[in-house]
């Protein structure tokens, strides 16, 4: 039987997972949510010893524990979390009878199962926020040690330090965002050094490496943590308080929160023309909040939409900014940056997959991609409520059907 795959510290996660479960400790601290995997790609199936090595590793994510070493590093470098958290994460405990897998076999080929996995985390929000982010790193692990294998790490350190390089020398602004997809922890490991490697080598460059989402990582390597806020958030005040104003609303909580921090908001969550039509109803929210997160639709069709909405109350977006952070590659960081330069914003990039799951198949000398998981793992409910997303593709929603349409409606989406 082969050796358990854990993260690495309770802190092997993304930074918005700490964020968001400090605001839901000051709003929400005895609501009850459910969250739900999907895994999107039907032609990738996972194996019954993937699924069965899932299942023994999250079954001993009660070992994980905040060091007295890494609160104090987080007393320090994230000065906006109360002693009151603090001593929460450090008695916080995963429970794994939270987590609820199924494996849904499939097909049979020889000895082996394949099929999908079901997967569902239900408990207090404040519990189950924490599952997301660990639960998605150590299945991508998993299944790359026992379905898909024809892969190795030839040439991975040079490519992340060419990517790097170049990111940095065309003045990008950028950070690394792949913790919940990564091929492995050493990956994202190797990825975080060769990052600030070619930091290190071009101290001339235009561009910057922010950090990494992953904050176990940014501790490690001395870096910054990076991360705001995320879609889960939005539902859930949503699903509770109604969706009409529910961006804003989310927008006032989280600011009680952070008056003076993590003001970056995510427009996608029930479209970006939802999110405008409340954002241009507080014109001093909107000249407080450092900028936007673009994160599904048209990346190049943000900046002028944004620009027109600060511009009509009379911001000057030179001193925005706009983080992008869908689905990212060199190119496409590239082109945005260019746009964002015309248009006058300050750009930033969180970059995921492109980092850190960027393999092609041994077998064929690199001819062929060994593709990287798309899954996710999304609030389903709130206090029983279903959670919904619509995102910029206005056709790939998230959630109870019934609740999508009467979002839709309240909004004039597109059916």
Known sequence: MSAVILPRSILDTDL??????????KHFPNTQSTYRFTHRSKDVPFSRTCADEFARSVAHFDRLVLTQ????????????????????????????????????VERTEGDEEY?????????????AIFWEVPLMSTLSEIYFTTVDTDWNLDGQRELA????????????????????????????????EEILRAERDLPN?????????????????N?????????????????????????????????????????????????TKAFFQDFKGNVDRARHWKGLRQDSG???????????????????????????????????????????????????????????NDFAKASTGGKEKSKALNMVIKLASIEGKPCVKISDDLMKNTGDKETVL????IFGLPK
């Not at 079901?118 to 404040?126: H, K, L, N, S, Y």
């Not at 005040?237 to 529910?246: N, P, Q, S």
């Open 16 to 25: 918005y997972k700490l964020t968001m479960q400090y605001a839901v400790m």
């Open 69 to 104: 070493e890494e609160r104090d590093w987080l007393r320090k470098t994230c000065p906006y979390f109360s002693e009151e958290y603090l001593e929460y994460l450090s008695n916080y405990r995963f429970d794994p009878s939270q987590v609820h897998i199924k494996f849904i």
């Open 115 to 127: 099929g999908n996995i079901d997967i569902e985390a239900v408990g207090p929000w404040i519990e």
């Open 161 to 192: 330090y060419d990517k790097a390089k170049r990111l940095l020398e065309a003045g990008c602004v950028f950070s690394e965002f792949g913790t919940r997809r990564r091929r492995s922890f050493d990956v994202q490991n190797l990825v975080v």
């Open 205 to 221: 460059a235009k561009g910057k490496a922010s950090g990494t989402s992953n904050v176990y990582l940014a501790m490690k390597h």
């Open 223 to 271: 870096t910054s943590p990076m991360g705001t806020i995320a879609h889960e958030w939005f539902m859930g005040v949503g699903a509770m308080k109604g969706y009409e104003h529910a961006n804003a609303l989310a927008m006032e909580l989280w600011e009680s929160v952070y008056p003076n921090a993590l003001l970056l908001a995510l427009t996608d969550t029930f479209s």
């Open 298 to 356: 048209d990346p190049f069709a943000f900046a002028p939409a944004a620009k027109e909405v600060y511009t009509s109350m009379g911001i000057d977006v030179s001193e925005k900014t706009i983080i992008y952070s869908d689905a990212l590659d060199l190119e496409k960081a590239l082109k945005l940056k260019k746009q964002c330069d015309e248009v006058g914003f300050m750009p930033s990039f969180g970059i995921g997959t492109f980092l850190t």
């Open 406 to 409: 009467m979002v839709k409606d």
